[in-house]
């Protein structure tokens, strides 16, 4: 029974390959879409913002002339992409649909950024979105300086790069309230301001401002000398000049002072020095000793002088009694 339609089933499929050529062609190629929708993905050319391969591939040359070094040339991929996209609502060149190469992240702004975030506002085009920016419109100073320089009375916009703070040493650190160190030569400003050299001057500092030449070293303990700032101890004139004139005044305006005290006290040790030297009995010393308690009691000889001072007295009373002992004895009693 088979065996008699099988000629008939076999003519019958090869008068439908004749009648349409094209059926095998259509089942092997690829098709995209109909004529007026070439990626498939249901709107029209005319009204796709990326209809075939080329306008995709062409948005990823522009991601790579960018910096997006990362797309290849793949058209296979192109074509799957532009069946995924069709619309770019803000004009930047970024799809509003999802895809990988080409979504735009902010698609209600347009925007260059490739970096992180595509599409969004990138004010130094350097393929960093605005918001994650740290310095956003690429003037060499951060945001966080900027806000940091700005005052009351002046503020600097981080959105705008001929808003800059002074920065003189160009370490991106604006001089203003935030650089401690203008001039990048080591020294801050308030050392700088003080001993009287220039802070906005990298070849003035407090070693070289007298005479024309180095007056001053640091040491660093284990590394010897240095004419670098840092850890070690200074030794220097400028900072001997302003130990005079600042931490050291009150202790120098105090050294006549001392000096006062100090002869008034050596002057009234040696006196009663020579006193005791000079006593011929025993009621003399006995009141000399009373003498000295009172002066070391008013502050007005030191503690030890009067120590020693004592201890003459004992000496001077055994040479008395050594020489006179029935004498020595009447004056006792």
Known sequence: MIRRFLPLLIAFMLLSIVESPTLLADE????????DDDDGDGWNNSEDAYPDAASVQAAIDDLRARGASEYE?????????????????????????????????????PGPS???RQGCGDIDTDGLPDELDP???????????????????????????NSVPVDRDFDG?????????????????????????DPNDADSNPFNIYFGITTGTFYVAGEGFTDTPGDGAE????????????ELIIPLGLIPIYL?????????????DSLILDSSSLEELHLLEQ?????????????????VLRNSIEIHEAELRACDPYRTADEEE
Not at 28 to 35: L, N, R, S, T
Not at 75 to 101: C, I, K, Y
Not at 235 to 243: F, N, R
Not at 260 to 272: K, S, V
Request: proline share 4%; glycine share 8%; charged share 25%.
């Open 173 to 197: 650190i604006p001089d203003a309230s935030v650089d401690m160190d203008d001039d990048n030569d080591g020294w801050d400003d308030g050392t700088e301001i003080e001993r009287g050299s």
């Open 114 to 116: 490739y970096r992180v």
């Open 135 to 161: 310095d956003a419109d690429g003037d060499g100073i951060s945001n966080d300086m900027e806000l940091a320089a700005s005052t009351a009375t002046r503020q600097y916009s981080i959105y705008d790069a």
């Open 28 to 35: 092997i190629a690829p098709a995209f879409g109909p004529d």
């Open 260 to 272: 006062m005290l100090w002869g008034y006290r050596q002057r009234n040790y040696r006196r009663y």
């Open 73 to 109: 040339e793949n058209e296979t991929l192109a074509w799957t992409l532009a069946a995924l996209l069709w619309s770019d609502v803000d004009g930047d060149g970024w799809a509003d649909q999802f895809a990988p190469a080409l979504t735009d992240h902010c698609p209600n702004f």
């Open 291 to 307: 003498e000295i308690n009172d002066l070391v009691r008013d502050r007005k000889i030191r503690t030890f002088q009067g120590l």
């Open 235 to 246: 030794l220097s004139l400028s900072w001997i000049l302003s130990a005079l004139s600042t």
